[in-house]
């Protein structure tokens, strides 16, 4: 994203946060029209068009099973129809301005009979009655899609066969997936566990796409975003100084400090070329900096332009650098990615463990070992992903044992000042071994990352 | 305390204005903040790369910011010690060294052969050479370069530079080196080479016209980290071997035939020689004809290489000679010493072998410039 697609995101949130009646409708005419404009160009043009549309195919497929029937009345959804197909529409018509606004918009009568087909079948899904399997089918739908999208060798086979590769590569970027992914899922799994909140079709919508955080997150929770969504917050001035600064400050975050950092960050080039492993520390800390204020800085972007919408969009990012353990990193890192894992995978798993009559320390290893796997894969399935996931499970582990051997053996807390000393060397390992683990995250092989990694300690590779 | 956010916008926007205005005004030369020759090293040569491969480069073009490039430089590496006998060496990207890592570049070469001038002083040549054949371009460096106290310059050209083929870099010309440019012009009775391009606006100067400028001087900061690191201030690529056949045509330029000399000889652009000789003062000038790729193939009896026609070049090279001794201006002619197989992509891009040879070459020579 650049900062005048920002600031046009800005622009929007300032304005449908001063609709009044209607306010659910603007904001998911809004979503939609820029969950298009967003989407990245393809080598696959066309796709540019149909990936946001399948994102709200996928959308919609997924509300009409987790709404009860008093929500999915005609009456209530209509309006969220009209403005959804609208917008879609006024998109594809933007070919005739002559305008390049959008990087495809295929030919009217492909888009008119595209949707005529999708909103017969939702129609006629909506019909039948609701089995458990139904659920299952549509989770393990999104997984499998999921998998496919996020396994390099899936995903390239599928495209090289049905498109000639240039020398540059197919380019195929579905923006917004992986998030858009954990709120259905989310919304599944909790409408299989009766947790769910009926949530009419532009409520449910307005949740899975919102704008602000469409690309990059938090990931909110629907019961929560819905209620902000419901009862607005009227902005009093200190809201709008607050959301400002937010807004401002992830602004020079992610296009200042992240984007210059970006230049010197380390990767597989700078492998190979640095001469001295005191650079490759200094490039690796650039790298854990850049992650860290280009990430926290799109936050804060989209905390503050929610603000402005009234929604208070939760947490992601808690100082996670100057935490004193793992634990206490992750709980501070990504915060809503690392939430929804705990609800939805660790906390499962640990329950499931128990139940077999396992050694405390086993459950707990295979437990944290297993999220972080899973949750290094959702940013790719690829050896790479496997093993940041295994450096920070093992890391959490290791880090779990100690507190717990270490406490043990404590009568009294220390006293402040050492206290202080030791939250300093915490501070110091977790930021280092954080930084370490970025090897396998942004190198392109494991082999390469080991390689680097006993350079940093010295060792003639 | 209460805020009230409409105040708060205000009053950013007045500091904002208020800084640009200050900024216009007193117009800081941020170019010179850098954190090369303090944090890191300082560049052997002028930062360049092609805009293609500034990510595989680490490196940024800053020509326009002249201040960025010198400070980016190690010639901007504290005092010049007592014991030192400064050369400098301007020119074009032969000089720069195109084909080669920035250790072996023809200053590089020099370096490396350890020659002690005449008066004991140890002998140290820095690489101030820029892509582009452009002789004024090469002035203007020289103007920058007189604060860091050369006792010599070689300033190696080829008759393109004279003639100005690459003048087209004017329009890369930004804000103070155009108004450097049109001084230097006016001081010196030049040409005007940049009359299409026009001093900046006021809005042009201030922190938004800048903007572009302060970008890619950042850049440059940035990218002396990934050159300490690396040692890398340039993507070199691999060529494949030179195609030995030419046109059958004796065109240079727009010139067809050699009766047009007399109109070519009027497009050298000698007045900037005469410029610099008076510009550096005591500073030894020795002008060095730039070798070239002498071709044998197809065509060759009608052409050098593809560059330049056989009728052209001689014609040049007898006038250069007879021009400098007129003048009393020290002169080189090194056209033929580097044979075939040392040039790269280029007819004046040498491989460093062919820098080497070359630095071999005038050695000697800048030995004896060296004497009283």
Redesign the interface.
């Known amino acids: 994203m650049s900062v005048f697609s920002v600031g046009v995101l800005a622009f929007a949130a300032f304005i449908v946060g001063r609709v009044g009646r209607g306010r659910e409708l603007t904001l998911l005419a809004a979503s939609v029209f820029f969950i298009y404009w967003l989407q990245p160009a393809q080598t696959i043009s066309s796709l540019s068009f149909w990936l946001p549309t399948i994102t709200l195919a996928l959308s919609i497929f997924c509300w009409v099973l987790v709404a009860p029937p008093e929500v999915r009345a005609w009456g209530k959804t209509w309006p969220a129809v009209l403005v959804i197909v609208g917008t879609i529409l006024l998109v594809d018509l933007s070919q005739f301005l002559g305008s390049k606004i959008f990087s495809a918009t295929p030919r009217l009568w492909i888009v008119v009979l595209a949707l005529a087909v999708f909103f017969a079948l939702t129609f006629f899904t909506e019909k039948l009655p609701r089995r458990p399997i139904f659920f299952s089918a549509a989770l393990w739908g999104i997984v499998l899609l999921f998998v496919f999208l996020k396994t390099p060798y899936f995903l390239n086979s599928f495209l090289n066969s049905i498109f000639t590769p240039s020398k540059e590569g197919v380019l195929f970027s579905w923006l917004g997936f992986s998030y858009v992914a954990f709120r259905l899922l989310h919304t599944l799994r909790d409408r299989q566990t009766e947790r769910l909140p009926a949530l009419t079709l532009a409520e449910y919508l307005n949740y899975v796409i919102f704008f602000p955080s469409f690309a990059a997150g938090p990931i909110d929770r629907a019961e929560r975003f819905v209620l902000e969504l419901r009862n607005p917050v009227a902005l009093a001035e200190q809201d709008w100084v607050q959301a400002g600064t937010r807004f401002f400050i992830g602004l020079f975050k992610k296009f200042v400090i992240a984007d210059a950092l970006a230049l010197v960050s380390f990767n597989d080039a700078l492998a190979e070329q640095v001469r001295s492993p005191v650079w490759i520390w200094f490039l690796l800390y650039a790298y854990s900096l850049r992650i860290y204020f280009d990430f926290s800085g799109y936050t804060d972007i989209a905390i503050g332009l929610a603000r402005i919408l009234g929604i208070r969009l939760p947490e992601n990012f808690a100082a996670p650098f100057l935490k004193p353990n793992l634990t206490q990193f992750w709980n501070s890192w990504h915060m809503t990615l690392t939430h929804w894992f705990r609800a939805y995978f660790f906390n499962p798993i640990t329950r499931s463990l128990r139940t077999k009559q396992l050694p405390v320390p086993l459950i707990i290893f295979t437990a944290q070992l297993s999220t972080m796997v899973v949750i290094g894969l959702w940013h790719g399935i690829t050896w790479s992903f496997f093993f940041w996931g295994i450096w920070h499970g093992l890391g959490l582990f290791i880090q779990n044992r100690w507190s717990e051997w270490i406490q043990s053996r404590m009568e009294t807390p220390p006293p402040p000042h050492r206290q202080l000393v030791l939250n300093v060397i915490g501070m110091f390992l977790t930021f280092n071994f954080v930084s370490l683990g970025w090897l396998f995250f942004t190198l392109s092989s494991p082999l390469l990352a080991l390689q680097v990694l006993m350079k940093l300690f010295g060792a003639i590779v | 305390m ?4 409409l105040r ?2 205000v009053k950013a926007l007045i500091l904002y204005v208020v800084a640009n205005i200050l900024f216009a005004i007193y117009n800081p030369p941020i170019g010179r903040i850098s954190v090369y020759n303090w944090l890191v090293p300082g560049r052997l040569r002028f930062p360049y790369e092609r805009a293609e491969n500034v990510n ?1 480069g680490y490196n940024i073009s800053v020509f326009q910011d002249l201040d960025a490039a010198f400070a980016s430089h190690v010639i901007a590496d504290g005092e010049k010690p007592a014991d030192e006998y400064r050369v400098i060496l301007v020119g074009d990207s032969s000089i720069w060294g195109f084909a080669s890592n920035s250790t072996e570049t023809l200053s590089a070469k020099l370096n490396d052969l350890e020659l002690t001038a005449c008066d004991g002083r140890r002998m140290r040549f820095y690489n101030l050479g820029y892509p582009w054949s452009f002789i004024f371009k090469d002035l203007l460096v020289l103007e920058h370069a007189r604060v860091y106290e050369p006792d010599m310059v070689l300033w190696l050209f080829t008759m393109r530079g004279l003639t100005g083929s690459d003048k087209d870099i004017v329009d890369f010309f930004e804000g103070e080196l155009i108004a450097d440019a049109k001084r230097v012009q006016t001081a010196h009775d030049l040409e005007d080479y940049t009359s299409e391009l026009t001093t900046q606006t006021f809005f042009e100067q201030t922190i938004i016209g800048e903007r572009k400028k302060i970008k890619t001087d ?2 440059l900061q ?2 002396g ?2 050159w ?5 201030d340039h993507h070199l690529q691999t060529w494949l071997p030179w195609k030995d056949t030419l046109e059958n045509s004796i065109e240079y330029r727009h010139y067809r035939t050699p009766e047009e000399w007399p109109q070519l000889q009027d497009d050298f652009m000698l007045d900037v020689l005469d410029a610099a000789h008076t510009m550096m003062g005591d500073t030894k000038i020795v002008a060095v004809n730039e070798p070239i790729y002498i071709s044998s193939g197809s065509n060759s009896e009608v052409r050098y290489n593809k560059l330049y026609p056989r009728w052209a070049y001689d014609r040049y090279r007898e006038f250069m000679q007879g021009w400098m001794a007129e003048n009393q201006y020290p002169y080189l002619d090194m056209w033929n010493v580097i044979p075939q197989e040392e040039f790269s992509d280029f007819p004046v891009h040498l491989y460093p072998a062919g820098e080497q040879l070359l630095a071999e070459s005038l050695a000697p020579e800048v030995l004896k410039f060296s004497c009283p």
């Open positions: 209460k805020v009230n956010p708060v916008l595989l950042i850049t940035m990218y980290f990934l300490a690191a690396t040692g890398i």
